[in-house]
């Protein structure tokens, strides 16, 4: 479908390519969370940060090889940085979620480990880097709630440890080093081969292997919403650089 060659408006552009396709997707990184006050490790503030108040860049401390070698620090930088427990849903979650009620959106694949888009009630979301909300003993394998870890009765010092085995309880997230969960991985390009519309939100497409899923999209329409430029912007049908969650309310307006 083609759209007139005039200044409509990225909002009632976009609502116009979400009503004509029959499966849209979203993909969202950080910038759909920043919204919420949830901070970007990989910002310029970010790593300043890190580098300031922990000696290390996040990429180090997130690692597997750092988890290992001192735990003790890494839960210090993961509860202090990683965790925000007052953080709620912004507009773009919400946006999101209505959009999939309203049987307009088809599923949410995020970057992001906070859980914010299932609190706003989206279901069908495909966690690439897995979510703090869970936890897990490295041991004997026993789950455990994010409220476990941060209670300090369970913990030696800031390390959490299993009441079962007594083995160290880490977040069920991936880390710097490790691969994504190959089922997850396989869904979430699923998922975006069957898309006719994928809508990429809050990313700057530069972490791999997740922002290598683009290459599966055969469909109709890419969108492109962040603040900033991406290599990716010359291969997209519409590139907004604007807050996600200005254009995504404003888009559900003219639905």
């Known amino acids: 479908m083609t759209f ?14 979400i009503k004509v396709s029959k499966n849209t997707v979203f993909f969202g ?3 759909v969370s920043t919204e919420s006050n949830i901070p970007d490790f990989r910002s310029g503030s970010g790593l300043y940060t890190a580098k300031r108040v922990y000696g290390h860049d996040p990429e180090e401390l997130l690692s597997r090889t750092f988890f290992e070698r001192n735990p003790a620090l890494f839960f210090r930088y993961y509860k202090e940085n990683l965790i925000c427990t007052g953080a709620k849903p912004n507009v773009a979650h919400i946006v999101l979620a209505k959009l999939e009620q309203i049987n307009m959106l088809s599923a949410v694949i995020t970057q992001n480990i906070d859980g914010l888009h299932q609190v706003a009630g989206s279901k069908n979301v495909i966690e690439l880097h897995g979510s703090n909300r869970t936890q897990y003993c490295i041991t004997c394998g026993k789950k455990y709630t994010l409220d476990y870890v941060l209670s300090a009765e369970n913990c ?13 309880v880490r977040p069920d997230i991936v880390l710097y080093e490790e691969q994504l969960n190959k089922d997850i991985m396989n869904l979430a390009i699923k998922t975006i081969v069957a898309a006719d519309c994928l809508i990429v939100g809050g990313t700057s497409l530069v972490v791999y292997p997740a922002a290598g899923l683009l290459q599966y999209f055969r469909g109709t329409h890419l969108v492109l919403i962040n603040k900033d430029k991406t290599l990716y912007d010359d291969r997209a049908d519409m590139v907004i650089h604007d807050s996600i969650g200005k254009i995504l309310s404003e888009t559900i307006e003219h639905l």
């Not at 007139?4 to 390519?17: E, H």
């Not at 030696?156 to 160290?168: A, I």
């Open 156 to 168: 030696d010092g800031p390390v959490p440890k299993c009441n079962v085995c007594n083995g160290l």
């Open 29 to 31: 990184g950080a910038g």
């Open 4 to 17: 007139p060659d005039i200044d409509i408006g990225d909002a009632v552009l976009l609502a116009r390519i």
